[in-house]
């Protein structure tokens, strides 16, 4: 049996249950300190009846960054497409409209360090240009340097355009 955890702890990149000693970790627990297993089942169940927890609220600056960087990691992993808006089939050759997305596609390049033409890597290279902003954040918020929440606040602009295409 698997019990609820706290996404907040895991301290891997990858997590992934079944292995024996994470499960004895977490049979250990419930002995060791009750309370809390109690409350980290409590916890759990609010994460899938609500989608966060009482835990989550009280930090909730370092548990968005920390599900944000997990999240565009997984959609990075996943990703089958990229946004309409990153290609250019659909531009004439030549045009104003075709120059500010020129001036668009060269100011994400610059940003994200893509170097390319192709618009699914040019979205792989703004996915992990948005995750290492959120990370960042994340690492600015336990204790980080001034250099994290700096990366944090040169991709937000970006993420804030793009926001509505992270879909898969």
Not at 19 to 36: F, G, K, N, S, V
Request: charged share 30%; with cysteine; proline share 4%.
């Amino acid at each position: 049996m698997v019990f609820p955890m706290e996404v907040l702890e895991r301290d891997e990149s990858t997590f992934t249950y079944g292995r024996m000693e994470e499960l004895l970790d977490r049979l250990a627990l419930l002995t060791r300190r009750p309370r809390r297993a109690c409350y980290r089942i409590v916890w759990g169940a609010q994460r899938a009846y609500r989608g966060w927890s009482d835990a989550d609220a009280w930090d909730t600056g370092a548990h968005i960054a920390y599900i944000h960087a997990e999240m565009l990691r997984r959609m990075r992993d996943n990703a089958h497409g990229y946004p309409w808006g990153l290609s250019d089939r659909h531009m004439e050759d030549t045009g104003p409209r075709r120059d500010e997305w020129v001036e668009e596609m060269s100011f994400i390049d610059s940003q994200t360090g893509y170097d390319g033409d192709d618009p699914y890597e040019r979205w792989m290279a703004m996915l992990a240009y948005f995750e290492t902003g959120w990370r960042g954040l994340s690492a600015a918020m336990s204790g980080g340097d001034e250099e994290d929440l700096e990366r944090f606040k040169m991709m937000l602009p970006l993420y804030g355009e793009w926001a509505t295409s992270l879909w898969d």
